[in-house]
């Protein structure tokens, strides 16, 4: 049986969950923080201090080692981003997410709850 994960990820924190039926690991990522007195040129920030977004996503990826199946979700385009770091910077990340949607907020247990239910669809289509 695949090891599953879901990722909820903004600009300020990657919350990742490994799940299966018997068991839960959860860790948070935060993303670095800067003190900016402009604008930034990018909705989350992330261009200002490239490096830094790229140090977020490889602490995220690593988090995720060990997972087969990975369920992207969050608020806004984070998610995207980090699918861009894979694409460029580890393959084989990329090739385990599974799916990505944009989800608001949820608890954590909402979020596990649409974790098991998304899982349980895509093994039963196997």
Same mark, same amino acid.
């Given at each position: 049986m695949p090891t599953h994960a879901i990722v909820w990820i903004d600009q300020a924190e990657a919350r *990742?969950?490994?799940v299966d039926?018997?068991?839960l690991d959860e860790s948070t990522i935060r993303s670095p $923080?800067?003190?900016v007195n402009r604008q930034p040129k990018?909705?989350?920030g992330t261009e200002d201090h490239p490096d830094d977004a790229k140090r977020f996503f490889r602490e995220v990826a690593h988090a995720l080692e060990g997972s087969?199946?990975?369920l992207l979700v969050g608020?806004?385009?984070a998610k995207l981003k980090f699918l861009r770091?894979?694409?460029a910077h580890d393959h084989a990340l990329q090739a385990r997410v599974v799916g990505v949607e944009t989800v608001d907020h949820p608890t954590d247990g909402q979020l596990l709850a649409h974790a098991r239910a998304y899982f $349980?669809? *895509?093994d039963r289509m196997r």
């Open positions: *990742v969950f490994h039926p018997a068991n $923080k800067h003190h990018g909705r989350d087969d199946e990975i608020p806004s385009t770091y894979g694409y $349980k669809s *895509v």
